[in-house]
């Protein structure tokens, strides 16, 4: 099924407003698989910063966002304890006897 570019948006819309899991998107969005593929491409070709930009422009207009007050919260999010495989061991091996 071809799902229009406003559904679509709305999903990310939701993502982004939730700050949801790409997976718990609600069904009543295209999947999230789709929601993903499309941000990712719209991020690369600056769709999505112009739709975003129109939009907060939107709202500053109707009196409902003070950009002096808007921050990103990801910058704030905790880090999380991570992998711990991507951490690199630093161990020095034996050597076997058979090598």
């Given at each position: 099924?071809?799902?229009?570019?406003?559904?679509?948006?709305?999903?990310?819309?939701?993502?982004?407003?939730?700050?949801?899991?790409?997976?718990?998107?609600?069904?009543?969005?295209?999947?999230?698989?789709?929601?993903?593929?499309?941000?990712?491409?719209?991020?690369?070709?600056?769709?999505m910063?112009?739709?975003?930009?129109?939009?907060?422009?939107?709202?500053?207009?109707?009196?409902?966002?003070?950009?002096?007050?808007?921050?990103?919260?990801?910058?704030?999010a905790?880090?999380?304890?991570?992998?711990?495989?991507?951490?690199?061991?630093?161990?020095?091996?034996?050597?076997?006897?058979?090598?």
């Amino acid at each position: 099924m071809a799902w229009s570019h406003r559904s679509v948006l709305n999903g990310i819309l939701w993502v982004l407003r939730t700050g949801a899991p790409w997976a718990d998107l609600p069904e009543r969005y295209p999947s999230y698989q789709t929601c993903h593929r499309r941000f990712q491409q719209w991020v690369r070709s600056g769709i999505m910063r112009g739709v975003l930009e129109a939009l907060a422009e939107d709202l500053r207009i109707q009196g409902r966002l003070d950009v002096r007050d808007a921050f990103i919260d990801g910058s704030f999010a905790p880090a999380k304890k991570g992998d711990r495989r991507s951490a690199k061991r630093n161990v020095v091996r034996k050597r076997r006897s058979w090598q």
